[in-house]
């Protein structure tokens, strides 16, 4: 019973490149969060979207930032024109629904050179 | 707006002593409270969640905590540390109602010393 599967581990990019991370849910979940953590720090929720549309993307930048969670694939969050402050954990965790816990996976770890 | 207010960044213990990590939660609506554990580089696990039933919470590894409204607050403990728990550890909040986000506190190092 495979848990939130993220992908890749680790990210290297150069500023002004593209970043993309991807998420899968745990099976059976359709509902999808992401989450950023900066080093020392808390996670800041991000975006949350269940299966091709978004349903609160409060907590995202409004440039260089989007994500997707398509009928079929994994979630993708784009980060386009990187720069260094860009920088961080980007976690993924998804959930059955109301009420439910949300599962985590292992992250995607973001270094701009 | 919700948001949560977690007291000592750093607590250090002794194997075997009491843990007590402090949660204060403000919520305008009924609120769900949870309690992660990060283990360096990984993600967060679910140690226990309050969902509006029992005000005691039992969670993996031998932690519980407990729901006061009154205090609204959601402080962790257990009875004897051990080593392997230390670790990060975050106390989040979301609306009840909905699937909607969390809101993590800054969270906690705990440090288990001999």
């Known amino acids: 019973n495979a848990g939130v599967m993220q992908n890749p581990r680790h990210l290297v990019r150069r500023r002004g490149q593209e970043a993309r991370l991807r998420c899968s849910p745990m099976k059976g979940h359709s509902h999808v969060y992401w989450y950023r953590q900066l080093p020392e720090e808390g996670l800041k929720f991000m975006v949350y979207l269940q299966k091709e549309n978004i349903i609160d993307e409060s907590g995202m930048p409004k440039e260089r930032f989007s994500a997707e969670f398509p009928k079929e694939g994994p979630s993708i969050l784009r980060i386009q024109q990187v720069v260094r402050g860009d920088s961080a954990a980007y976690f993924c965790?998804?959930?059955?629904?109301?009420?439910?816990?949300?599962?985590f996976g292992d992250g995607t770890r973001l270094s701009i050179l | 707006a919700q948001s949560v207010t977690q007291l000592g960044s750093h607590v250090s213990v002794s194997e075997g002593a009491l843990v007590l990590l402090r949660c204060n939660y403000s919520s305008s609506v009924p609120p769900y409270l949870f309690w992660y554990v990060q283990y360096p580089n990984q993600g967060l696990q679910l140690l226990l969640k309050?969902?509006?039933?029992?005000?005691l919470v039992k969670g993996i590894n031998g932690f519980e905590a407990e729901f006061k409204k009154s205090e609204t607050s959601f402080h962790l403990t257990k009875p004897s540390a051990h080593m392997s728990d230390a670790a990060e550890y975050f106390c989040?909040?979301?609306?009840?109602?909905?699937?909607?986000?969390?809101?993590f506190g800054t969270g906690t190092r705990l440090q288990v010393t001999l």
């Open positions: 989040a909040v979301s609306r009840t109602g909905t699937a909607s986000k969390l809101t």
């Open positions: 309050y969902t509006s039933a029992a005000t």
């Open positions: 965790a998804s959930s059955q629904g109301e009420g439910k816990p949300q599962h």
